[in-house]
């Protein structure tokens, strides 16, 4: 069997002098290479960022606020009404032109 290789990118930046001297004693006295550093600094960074914006985060009374909401709707307002109509209406109008097919 053939061992498959896992394809590398390169990333490179420019950045100044103070910088750079800054990243390297950094690296240094965590025991890795300055790419090392970079690249473990960079994905923990990246890390926190998706999932900051995949998770919502709720106080408890924020959660039975919404836990609230979804068991007892409101009533749909007027504007809500109207926005239905016209999204059914085009519904309707795209179903001669759309295929359609259901298994």
């Not at 240094?28 to 995949?54: D, H, I, S």
Request: proline share 6%; hydrophobic share 40%.
């Amino acid at each position: 069997m053939g061992s498959t290789v896992a394809k590398q990118n390169r990333i490179g930046a420019r950045v100044p002098h103070e910088v750079y001297e800054t990243l390297c004693r950094a690296a240094e006295l965590t025991g890795a290479t300055v790419n090392q550093f970079l690249v473990q600094a960079a994905l923990k960074e990246a890390q926190e960022v998706l999932e900051r914006e995949a998770v919502i985060r709720l106080t408890p009374r924020d959660w039975n606020w919404l836990l609230d909401l979804l068991e007892s709707p409101p009533e749909p307002n007027a504007k809500l009404k109207a926005a239905m109509m016209r999204h059914h209406q085009s519904k309707r109008e795209d179903a001669d032109t759309a295929f359609n097919w259901e298994p």
